[in-house]
């Protein structure tokens, strides 16, 4: 069995696009790149966290066995199974689907079927160039040729960083920035801790050598931002005291975006 897509549009749509686990916000899709993963309650395979061998292969692929995590918040619980049971993990379940949405829009099937990745609503698209113009064919129709102005696309804008890039994305990278910046600002007291060996840390830790953060794929977007988070912002003299005196780190991703309160 595998998890079907009617189940995925449903766990998603349900979802309202966040992590499952309390107190995290990360998003499962950010500007059409899937950043979380389908999490077993009961795993699928036999070894796995919290595997069940009276389910049938039909249940464990079940809507009611599922939930949707961010990669950090999945490695967690996978990686502590006597801790999120699941009997704990069903509760959560059912704690955050309750205010989800009920209806399966297109924009959230579009999004959903990224999540099994789906590319197309079961239909071929191909393009054939001829002279000036250019034939569509979805599902086997030929179109009629569009005319693509060559002189304009010479002159499209394209990025410095890959496509699937954190510096292709506008949103991952200034987040990434924002933390940054603040780590240089926690650290001001403390003359040896530069933004430049701040910088290096990030380096070290993900092995870009000559690369920047920015050079890094869309799919560690969340590792890099809980790096910043963890060991440059929470180790901090400022972030200390922030920890101590039970106030926030930093605004997280889905506030960043909605903008200064």
């Known amino acids: 069995?595998?998890?079907?897509?009617?189940?995925?549009?449903?766990?998603?749509?349900?979802?309202?696009?966040?992590?499952?686990?309390?107190?995290?916000?990360?998003?499962?899709?950010?500007?059409?790149?899937?950043?979380?993963?389908?999490?077993?309650?009961?795993a699928r395979r036999k070894n796995g966290p919290r595997y069940d061998p009276s389910l049938?292969?039909?249940?464990?692929?079940?809507?009611?066995?599922?939930?949707?995590?961010c990669r950090t918040c999945h490695k967690?619980?996978?990686?502590?199974?006597?801790s999120y049971t699941p009997e704990f993990l069903a509760e959560i379940k059912q704690m955050h689907e309750a205010m989800g949405n009920f209806e399966i829009t297109p924009e959230i099937a579009r999004d959903a079927m990224l999540l099994l990745g789906v590319r197309n609503n079961h239909q071929k698209t191909s393009a054939k160039a001829s002279g000036k113009g250019i034939a569509i064919a979805v599902g086997g129709n030929v179109h009629a040729?569009?005319?693509?102005?060559?002189?304009?696309?010479?002159?499209?804008?394209?990025?410095?960083?890959?496509?699937?890039?954190?510096?292709?994305?506008?949103?991952?990278a200034g987040y990434v920035d924002y933390l940054f910046g603040l780590a240089v600002d926690y650290w001001k007291s403390i003359d040896t801790m530069t933004p430049g060996r701040l910088g290096k840390k990030i380096k070290r830790k993900f092995r870009l050598k000559t690369r920047t953060r920015?050079?890094?794929?869309?799919?560690?977007?969340?590792?890099?931002?809980?790096?910043?988070?963890?060991?440059?912002?929470?180790?901090?003299?400022?972030?200390?005291?922030?920890?101590?005196?039970?106030?926030?780190?930093?605004?997280?991703?889905?506030?960043?975006?909605?903008?200064p309160m």
Request: charged letters at 25%.
């Open 214 to 259: 920015n050079h890094l794929p869309v799919e560690r977007f969340q590792e890099l931002v809980d790096f910043i988070i963890t060991e440059l912002l929470a180790q901090s003299p400022a972030g200390k005291r922030h920890i101590r005196n039970g106030t926030k780190l930093c605004r997280t991703f889905s506030e960043w975006r909605r903008g």
């Open 76 to 82: 967690l619980v996978d990686s502590d199974p006597k």
């Open 145 to 172: 040729p569009i005319t693509v102005s060559q002189a304009r696309s010479e002159h499209r804008h394209t990025s410095k960083y890959p496509t699937n890039a954190i510096g292709a994305d506008a949103n991952m």
């Open 1 to 42: 069995m595998t998890v079907q897509l009617s189940t995925i549009k449903r766990l998603y749509a349900k979802s309202s696009n966040q992590c499952a686990l309390p107190k995290c916000d990360a998003p499962i899709i950010v500007n059409g790149i899937p950043v979380g993963e389908i999490c077993h309650i009961r």
């Open 56 to 69: 049938s292969a039909r249940d464990r692929d079940a809507y009611s066995n599922l939930l949707l995590l």
